[in-house]
């Protein structure tokens, strides 16, 4: 089944406690991208990757890391979390982005996080 | 830059009842627009894109949008909904060159009384 996944589904952590929220699709798409959802102010991109080794900025980097070493995998890496990153984010991948941007994206189910 | 608005945070509508979800971008470059349906607890799904071509788009579950360019909207439309189209909705564009990102609108909860 063709699916893009993320772990853990829920996470509560401290501040300043580093953490990595995995990603992984199965449909050899080259755009992953991380969102993150605040009520109110709807989607908001974080980090984007075109391929292996290709990530750049979102809209809202500030405080994220990630890589992207294997075409499947697009980790979100937190050094330092903090209370603002609370949040329910949302990995998604598109076959192409190869500036048509005709490619739907499908996203995972959601990871919610809570920074005390 | 470019932005997306979705000026109707809330709809609630009667079943069977027709709805409109308005949906405005800005952009000084050629943009690509998309709508996305996220039921509750649930990550997004597309309902329906516009790519080029015919400006009216019909997407899954009886929904259709048109593409406005000289009013720069992509109203979301279906003439009678039923209780399980109780959603949010996101308006989005892709930037069609020199950059490959995403932008969301802020979302509509569209919700179906009985």
């Known amino acids: 089944e063709a699916q893009v996944t993320q772990n853990p589904r829920y996470l509560i952590t401290v501040t300043g406690k580093k953490l990595t929220v995995t990603c992984s699709q199965n449909?050899?798409?080259?755009?992953m991208s991380w969102y993150r959802q605040d009520p109110g102010l709807g989607l908001r991109q974080i980090y984007y990757s075109m391929n292996v080794e290709v990530t750049d900025k979102g809209d809202v980097p500030e405080g994220y890391k990630v890589s992207r070493k294997e075409k499947r995998n697009f980790p979100l890496i937190l050094e330092s979390p903090s209370p603002n990153q609370t949040s329910l984010y949302f990995c998604?991948?598109?076959?192409?982005?190869?500036?048509?941007?005709?490619?739907?994206?499908?996203f995972g189910p959601g990871t919610r996080l809570t920074v005390l | 830059a470019q932005s997306v608005t979705q000026l109707d945070s809330q709809v609630p509508v009667f079943e069977e009842a027709p709805v409109e979800l308005r949906c405005n971008y800005s952009s000084s470059v050629s943009v690509y627009l998309f709508w996305y349906v996220q039921y509750p607890n649930q990550g997004l799904q597309l309902l329906l894109k516009y790519l080029s071509g015919s400006t009216l788009v019909k997407g899954i579950n009886g929904f259709e949008a048109e593409f406005n360019k000289s009013q720069t909207s992509f109203h979301l439309r279906k003439p009678s909904v039923h209780i399980s189209d109780t959603a949010e909705y996101f308006c989005?564009?892709?930037?069609?060159?020199?950059?490959?990102?995403?932008?969301f609108g802020t979302g509509t909860r569209l919700k179906v009384l009985a």
């Open positions: 989005a564009v892709s930037i069609g060159s020199g950059t490959y990102k995403y932008i």
């Open positions: 998604a991948s598109t076959l192409s982005m190869r500036g048509s941007s005709t490619d739907t994206q499908y």
């Open positions: 449909m050899n798409h080259e755009y």
